[in-house]
């Protein structure tokens, strides 16, 4: 068994970079540490110790895989306060990026998509 303790990073396939490097940095307040022009993206989130905690890579591809097909559901991320969490909702309205809200008895989450339609979970 490896004794995995979390996710460090993830890494997506996006139809446009510089359309979705933009949303994450506007939603999530990430901010680019390093990439490509035109090919990659690394992006971090302020309070994260990791190198990156999102890649983005261009892909030629304008083809999106069915809502249900085998792969990638969600991302998800942790905020520290209910406060922090009814913040998120307004950018992600303003966004228009808010897809939903879910009140999981211990936990609240919100869900949205990027331009690319990857979903994305904040709780």
Do not use: Q
Request: charge should be negative.
């Amino acid at each position: 068994m490896i004794p995995i303790t979390r996710l460090n990073h993830a890494v997506l396939f996006v139809r446009e970079l510089d359309r979705t490097v933009d949303f994450y940095e506007r939603a999530f307040g990430f901010e680019v540490i390093s990439g490509m022009p035109g090919k990659a993206a690394f992006l971090r989130a302020k309070n994260s110790a990791n190198h990156h905690d999102l890649g983005l890579f261009a892909t030629p591809s304008r083809t999106r895989s069915p809502l249900g097909a085998p792969g990638l559901y969600h991302l998800a991320w942790e905020v520290p306060t209910i406060e922090d969490l009814a913040a998120a909702r307004t950018t992600f309205a303003e966004l228009g990026a808010l897809a939903g809200e879910s009140d999981h008895g211990a936990t609240k989450s919100l869900y949205g998509t990027d331009p690319d339609g990857n979903e994305f979970e904040v709780m």
